[in-house]
C-alpha cells in the first residue's frame, strides 16, 4: 500500500463552488482551471479551498457558481514566482467530480484528506494564546514524477508527538484541509503596505509511524 503513489495522496471534499473558472495552465492539449470551493466545519466556519480541475470534467463556459460538488482527487503544491520570491501554491487536483448539482444543504459536507509521506523540517511545537498545544510540520508525498510538500498542524496529543518526529521520519495522517486567512506586511515606494493572503494546510486528526518496508 504504502508504494502506491496512487493511494498515499487522496482528498475527499464536497461543497459549494464560489468561484467562475479561472485558466491555470495547459498540458498536453488539455485545459486546467482553478475554481474555489466553500466547504463548512462542524463549527460553522468556512474554508474556502481552491480546485485543481480539467475542462474535461467541468464545462469552463458554464458558471458553477452556487452548485454543490463532491471530488476526488489529491492534495498537491507547486511553485509560483510572485513579487520576486517563490510561493508554494497549494490546490486539490480533481480527479473525479462524484456528484454536481444544485445547492443541497441538508447534505453534511465532506472534507477529508489520507496522507502517506515524510518529514521535511524540523517540527515546531508552541502553545497559542489560548493555551492549546499546537505542532507546525511539514511533509512530502511522492507521486510519479515528483513530490508534494504539504503544511500539516497538530493539536494536543498529537502536537507533543509530531514536535519529537526527526526530519525524514515516514507518517501517515487523516484530517482535513483548511484555509487560513492572515495579513501580511511588505516596503513599497510608498511605505508599508497590508496585503491579505490565505494559507491553506492539514489539519491532523490523527496520526501514525508506519512500519518500515
Known amino acids: 500500500m504504502f508504494d502506491n503513489h496512487t493511494v498515499s495522496n487522496q482528498v475527499i471534499m464536497s461543497g459549494i463552488i464560489d468561484s467562475q473558472p479561472s485558466l491555470d495552465h495547459t498540458y498536453l492539449g488539455e ?14 466556519t468556512i474554508d474556502r479551498i481552491p480546485l485543481m480541475i480539467s475542462d474535461r470534467l467541468i464545462d469552463p463556459q458554464a458558471d458553477p457558481r ?19 520570491h517563490n510561493r508554494l501554491m497549494l490546490t486539490v487536483f480533481v480527479k473525479k467530480v462524484v456528484t454536481c448539482s444544485p445547492p443541497m444543504p441538508r447534505i453534511s459536507p465532506v472534507n477529508s484528506i ?28 511522492n507521486r510519479r514524477h515528483s513530490s508534494d510538500y504539504i503544511p500539516c498542524i497538530c493539536w494536543g496529543r ?21 484555509s487560513r486567512d492572515y495579513r501580511k506586511f511588505i516596503m513599497t515606494q510608498e511605505g508599508e503596505k497590508q496585503i491579505n493572503k490565505t494559507a491553506y494546510e492539514i489539519s491532523v486528526g490523527r496520526m501514525e509511524l508506519p512500519v518500515p518496508a
Do not use: C, H
Not at 485545459?31 to 460553522?44: A, D, E, L, P, W
Not at 509530531?162 to 495522517?173: D, F, M, N, S, W
Open 158 to 178: 498529537n502536537a507533543r508527538a509530531a514536535e519529537k518526529l526527526e526530519v525524514g521520519t515516514r507518517v501517515r495522517i487523516w484530517g482535513r484541509v483548511q
Open 31 to 44: 485545459n486546467f482551471y482553478i475554481v474555489q470551493m466553500n466547504v463548512s466545519r462542524k463549527s460553522n
Open 66 to 84: 452556487g452548485m454543490y460538488m463532491e471530488v476526488n482527487g489529491q492534495f498537491r503544491s507547486y511553485n509560483r514566482v510572485e513579487e520576486g
Open 114 to 141: 489520507y496522507l502517506d509521506g515524510f518529514i521535511t523540517r524540523v517540527p515546531l511545537y508552541r502553545r497559542t494564546p489560548s493555551g492549546r498545544e499546537i505542532t507546525e510540520m511539514m511533509m512530502a508525498v
